[in-house]
């Protein structure tokens, strides 16, 4: 026969310590940047998926219509190539990006903090 328990098994104290505390308290304009630099990234990441597909389509079209076993090793080539230039380009973005999430900067619209 199956038990089903109605409490938990282990007694643990839900009051919180007294020594440990986190303080939730950034300065508003730190969060407004935290939060453009967020937007940032979703159309960083964005824009560059929607390069990335336009290439591969692309690429795609080309060796379909490609006549030869020399121009489709050309074309592969070169999609790898471009492909390794631009999630390189990419990343170096996205490196920058995450600079802004974790060290928010003061802009022209922002006052230095």
Same mark, same amino acid.
């Given at each position: 026969?199956? !038990? %089903?328990?109605?409490?938990?098994?282990?007694?643990?104290?839900?009051?919180?310590? #007294?020594?440990?505390?986190?303080?939730?308290?950034?300065?508003?304009?730190?969060? &407004?940047? !935290? @939060?453009?630099?967020?937007?940032?990234?979703?159309? =960083? %990441?964005?824009?560059?998926?929607?390069?990335? %597909?336009?290439?591969? @389509?692309? *690429?795609? $079209? #080309?060796?379909? $219509?490609? #006549? &030869?076993? *020399?121009?489709? *090793? =050309?074309?592969?080539?070169?999609?790898?190539?471009?492909?390794?230039?631009?999630?390189?380009?990419? *990343?170096?973005? !996205? &490196?920058?990006?995450?600079?802004?999430?974790?060290?928010?900067?003061?802009?022209?619209?922002?006052?230095?903090?």
């Amino acid at each position: 026969m199956t !038990m %089903i328990a109605t409490k938990d098994k282990l007694e643990t104290d839900r009051s919180p310590d #007294r020594d440990f505390r986190i303080q939730w308290s950034i300065e508003p304009f730190a969060g &407004t940047a !935290m @939060v453009d630099a967020w937007l940032d990234v979703g159309s =960083e %990441i964005q824009s560059f998926y929607a390069d990335r %597909i336009r290439e591969d @389509v692309s *690429a795609q $079209h #080309r060796i379909l $219509h490609c #006549r &030869t076993p *020399a121009e489709l *090793a =050309e074309i592969q080539a070169d999609f790898w190539r471009r492909a390794v230039t631009d999630y390189r380009a990419h *990343a170096g973005r !996205m &490196t920058e990006l995450a600079e802004r999430l974790w060290f928010p900067r003061g802009g022209d619209g922002y006052p230095k903090t």
